[in-house]
Each structure stands twice: as C-alpha cells, then as structure tokens.
C-alpha cells in the first residue's frame, strides 16, 4: 500500500466512524446525513451496529435513525435470550395508539432459550439488490413487545 | 433520489374464506415478503390468481410458529433493482379465517 492509499484508508475509515457517531444520536440537522438515496459508493462502511433500545420513545417505537440516513443493507435479528416479539413497520407504526404490531409489516419471534432451530433467532433483511443506498433508516421502525428488550440492528452504507 | 420504501400494502392481511390478492389493483414493488402472523395457527398459502384453498398451484405453504426460533416466510425480490412483483397477482390465503399474515412490500419512489 502506497502513501496515497494509506491516506485514503485512513479518511474512509475516519468517514465511517464519523458516520456511527452521527447515527448515536449527535446530530441535529434536519435533513438527511451521509450519502444521497440512490448513490452507490466504493467502500461499505457499518453505519449502526449493536442491540437497539427504545426504551426512552414514545410507546417504545423508534425509528432506526433520528433523521434520513440511506443504507444499502439492514438486518434486525431478535436478540437471542430475551423473551418478546419484535415489531417492525414504517412511520404508521410510530403514532399507533394501540398495539403497535398490528401496524408493523413484519414479527419477529425471539428463542430465549436456544431450545428451537438449534439455536437461531428470527431475523429481517432488507437489502438493495444493486446495492445502492436507497434504504432510509429514518422510516423503518421498531417495537419490541417487552419494554426494554435491545433486537440486535445492523446497517451498511456505501460511502 | 430513489429509494426504497414500504409499500401502503404492508402489513397484516386479513384474509377471510377464499384466497385474495394482496392489492385490489395494479401496484408493482421490487421486494415482497409474507410470513405467518405470530401467535396464530393458520397454515399460509401463497400463490397466483389460480391458488386454491385445497393447496392446488400454491408457490409457498407456511408454517406457523409456535414455540419461537426461525419462522417460515416466503422472499421474492427482483434483483435487478426495478419495480416487477405486482401485488394484485400475489393471492394469499389462511386456513383460519380471520388470522392475518403479515406482508411486507417495498417499492422504489423517487422522492
């Protein structure tokens, strides 16, 4: 690896660790982060990794993102141990007044005790079959069925 | 800029005594997904407009799911990145009338 490309490596890697920053909720601008719906870039970069709590929104619904962030690749997989249903819609689901599964497009269901499927949780993936970023993280959003309980979201982008 | 968003058809899909289309009319997506509703117990059928409620012409028969773990869903998206799966000619069925598995549809928009 030449000087060049050690220093580009290192700004994509910079641009990457920017990127899941501003996904932890650092930011505050109103429109969207990262790249533009639709684009396709060179390097896949994680831009939201780890177990998800909705704890502090309202009716324990959150989006995946506070503001539009376009991904190329999400999964959202029941956190293995825990005992709830995981709900998983659009916006709609966010302004239910009942119960937020019957607005959601998809359940997950959880294996808290690894006795089913040898041991595999139930998981959603939604990916861009040209890999181009045109998932907004923004609209997608989540419930579990027990308050406090974390389903396990990864998002990719390609910057 | 184009992106990928969760067709109005989404959601969970009442079905009553005989299979139905998932749209009333045309509605092309790029992604559709149906699974058994969880809790419920109906055996899913997933077809054309010529799926029977004996099984006859089904693409997918689905499980329920009862004790957690993986459940059974039926994926189709084109890869080509275009809008071709027509909700309209997607018919879903439940043995149980009444129970309602969840479907899930996202189409490109340019917004």
Avoid: C
Avoid at chain 1, 78 to 84: I, T
Avoid at chain 1, 110 to 139: M, V, Y
Avoid at chain 2, 73 to 87: A, E, K, R
């Amino acid at each position: 690896m030449n000087r060049r490309e050690l220093i580009q490596k290192a700004l994509g890697v910079g641009a990457a660790a920017l990127a899941v920053s501003q996904l932890r909720g650092e930011i505050v601008a109103s429109q969207y982060n990262g790249p533009a719906g639709g684009s396709r870039g060179s390097q896949l970069v994680t831009i939201l990794t780890g177990p998800l709590d909705t704890s502090g929104q309202a009716n324990g619904v959150a989006p995946l993102a506070p503001v539009p962030q376009y991904a190329t690749y999400v999964r959202i997989q029941a956190h293995p141990g825990q005992q709830g249903k995981i709900a998983i819609g659009g916006a709609a689901m966010a302004s239910t007044s009942g119960n937020a599964a019957d607005s959601a497009f998809l359940e997950l269901w959880p294996n808290w005790d690894a006795s089913f499927d040898n041991g595999r949780s139930d998981t959603w993936i939604l990916s861009d079959p040209k890999w181009l970023n045109t998932i907004d993280l923004s609209q997608i959003y989540v419930y579990p069925e027990i308050a406090g309980e974390t389903p396990i979201v990864t998002a990719f982008q390609l910057v | 800029m184009t992106v990928l968003t969760p067709s109005v058809a989404s959601g969970p899909f009442t079905v009553s005594g005989a299979p139905a289309p998932i749209a009333s009319s045309s509605t092309l997506v790029n992604q559709l997904s149906v699974k058994p509703r969880l809790g419920q117990w109906s055996k899913i059928l997933v077809g054309g407009p010529n799926l029977g409620t004996d099984e006859s012409n089904a693409m997918a028969i689905l499980y329920p799911v009862p004790n957690g773990g993986q459940a059974d869903s039926f994926v189709i998206q084109d890869q080509g990145g275009q809008n071709t799966i027509d909700l309209s000619q997607i018919y879903v069925y439940a043995t149980i009338p009444g129970d309602s598995p969840m479907v899930e549809a996202f189409g490109y928009q340019t917004v």
